[in-house]
């Protein structure tokens, strides 16, 4: 019996679509699985952890704060920006904690002829989580501003190429800003590097690609994100969510997950196309991860 059996049973018997699994375990050999090819697929909100991560990178150059607030970068768009946006920080737009009414994903039509100022001139409330994103979109016009590069861009060199993530699409607004919450495409073992990089605390091989204490600080810096669904309701941090066991994940729709444990020195990726994405991550929890105890 293999340490995947389980999960491949389970899958077939309650249709949880999964494309592809890749287990990681510091020291070993990968253990994966195909249920259909391999191609690159939308990674939905996974999208957002790599904005993160370019936010860490880009604030360890000293480019940027995350208690910068928003505005201090785009001073032109004083005049339009609603009430109380003017102490709205970067941190909480990537912690979707700003407080603002604006609700947008990159699904979503775009009306105006620059989003930001649809975000800057949405009401805004009392600070406290609220799932959009806005603020990630904004946060990653921000690196744009201070780096002179795209989100992607500015990811080639530092975390793309070292990960060998070959020229991935990650589709843009009608300015060509990549959306930075969504509509990132990659394989499930190529995002399955990417969680290896966070489980290594930001080292590849002999490189530090991340400040280790951006890593840690991606779980440690959290916000309540209180929700009806379980998976939900443990927090949200700098880009990863919270999760049982002292685990943390990145998050997608459909079913993108890459739970990382730093316990077991292990992580689990999925892609998927999946309609029972809460049954599939209940799989990855109880049918492969305690298996690794």
Same mark, same amino acid.
């Given at each position: ?96 904690? !700003? ?113 280790? !204490? ?7 810096? !959290? ?71």
């Amino acid at each position: 019996m293999t340490l995947l059996d389980d999960f491949i049973r389970a899958d077939r018997e309650r249709e949880l679509g999964t494309y592809g699994i890749w287990v990681h375990r510091e020291g070993q050999e990968p253990v994966t699985h195909r249920f259909r090819s391999d191609d690159r697929v939308n990674l939905y909100s996974v999208s957002k952890t790599f904005t993160s991560v370019a936010a860490g990178i880009a604030e360890a150059e000293g480019r940027l704060g995350l208690d910068d607030r928003f505005l201090d970068h785009f001073p032109e768009l004083r005049a339009m920006a609603a009430p109380g946006f003017e102490t709205v920080t970067l941190r909480q737009l990537l912690t979707m904690t !700003s407080g603002t009414s604006h609700k947008w994903f990159a699904h979503m039509r775009i009306d105006a002829p620059d989003l930001l100022h649809e975000i800057v001139a949405a009401p805004v409330g009392a600070p406290g989580f609220a799932y959009t994103g806005s603020g990630p979109y904004a946060v990653g016009r921000v690196i744009a501003r201070v780096t002179g590069a795209d989100l992607r861009a500015y990811l080639m060199p530092r975390i793309f190429g070292p990960l060998d993530l070959h020229n991935p699409a990650w589709h843009t607004c009608p300015l060509g800003f990549p959306f930075a919450e969504s509509d990132l495409f990659l394989r499930t073992g190529e995002l399955a590097r990417f969680a290896q990089l966070l489980l290594q605390e930001g080292r590849w091989e002999d490189r530090q690609l991340v400040p280790a !204490s951006y890593v840690k600080r991606m779980t440690t810096e !959290s916000v309540p994100a209180t929700a009806s669904n379980g998976q939900f309701s443990y927090g949200y941090g700098l880009g990863l969510w919270l999760d049982r066991d002292g685990t943390s994940r990145m998050d997608g729709h459909y079913g993108q997950y890459a739970v990382l444990s730093p316990a077991r020195r292990a992580a689990v990726t999925v892609t998927a196309h999946s309609d029972r994405d809460d049954a599939l991550l209940d799989a990855i929890h109880d049918l492969v991860l305690a298996k690794l105890d």
